[in-house]
């Protein structure tokens, strides 16, 4: 079995994340953007300032590096490619989007309605992202 390598899941990994952020961009500012502009003012907390939005973007880029880390762990057993990709980013998808909308829905923190809206995105976002950032990474030659 080949190690996974380190720097092209990095570099796979960096553009997933910028799939990520481009998506998450397209969701949460362009059709969600009034309605979570709405809750936050609801909830007293404003609107996001710079720091706010660059941890966003972090968050995004690590997730895409941790996507692309799935990615090359699962390979040696489903093979590489697109199928591979796709089962990376719909593994990412239940556990960072649809496990932690359902929590928050639970708990009450947002809207029901855009949770679901955001984690429907994401559904399509990760495996997009996945495919992305698996085109990148290729295996190590160290057996």
Do not use: H
């Amino acid at each position: 079995m080949r190690n996974i390598n380190i720097t092209r899941v990095l570099l796979g990994g960096l553009l997933a994340g910028l799939v990520i952020c481009f998506g998450e961009y397209i969701v949460g500012w362009l059709i969600l953007g009034e309605q979570w502009a709405e809750v936050l003012a609801e909830a007293g907390t404003g609107e996001l300032g710079a720091a706010q939005i660059a941890s966003f973007a972090i968050i995004a880029l690590l997730y895409g590096i941790a996507l692309i880390w799935i990615y090359a762990a699962i390979r040696p057993r489903f093979g590489p490619g697109l199928k591979t990709a796709i089962i990376a980013g719909l593994t990412m998808w239940v556990v960072a989007y649809f496990l932690v909308c359902a929590y928050v829905i639970v708990i009450g923190v947002y809207p029901a309605g855009l949770l679901i809206v955001a984690a429907v995105w994401g559904l399509f976002e990760l495996p997009i992202a996945a495919v992305a950032g698996a085109w990148l990474y290729q295996e190590s030659d160290a057996a």
